[in-house]
């Protein structure tokens, strides 16, 4: 059940991940917090009783797995959670698009605590990985690897 919000959502993130994977090229490893299900999180979103989801920015688990992940597996990981999400969001209907939780990092950020699923697959997969992608271009050039196109 696409709609107008998710297309547009997906059509932003289309070419933040296609800028993100450019950035990845010819990098080895790139650690991403390990089991995370996006789909389980945005489900827990509600019109009542809003439940509360703490992010801590910065701390991520490194786990043995993680380490030995190729960029290949990375980049297959991080595009099967972009995919989950939006497979998710298209179930939805404009009011379930409404529903809500409290993440009190977004208080700090565009001044409420209380986001809808949008806002949030917006900010983690467009905005945070946007920010990613700019870092890792800074790494390239001081690595000397080749500007991406």
Do not use: C
Not at 32 to 44: H, I, N, S
Not at 112 to 132: K, L, M, N, Q, Y
């Amino acid at each position: 059940m696409a709609n107008a919000t998710v297309n547009e959502l997906r059509r932003k993130n289309e070419a933040t991940w296609q800028n993100l994977g450019r950035q990845l090229e010819g990098m080895d490893h790139l650690l991403f917090e390990p089991g995370w299900k996006p789909a389980a999180l945005l489900e827990r979103f509600a019109v009542t009783d809003l439940p509360v989801v703490d992010i801590t920015p910065g701390v991520a688990t490194v786990t043995p797995d993680r380490r030995r992940m190729t960029l290949g597996e990375l980049t297959g990981a991080l595009d099967a959670q972009r995919r989950e999400a939006f497979a998710y969001l298209e179930t939805l209907g404009e009011a379930d698009l409404a529903r809500k939780a409290r993440i009190p990092l977004f208080k700090e950020i565009i001044g409420t605590d209380e986001i809808t699923p949008p806002i949030f697959v917006g900010a983690i997969f467009d905005r945070h990985w946007s920010a990613h992608a700019e870092q890792l271009a800074k790494i390239r050039q001081a690595a000397g690897l080749p500007e991406t196109k």
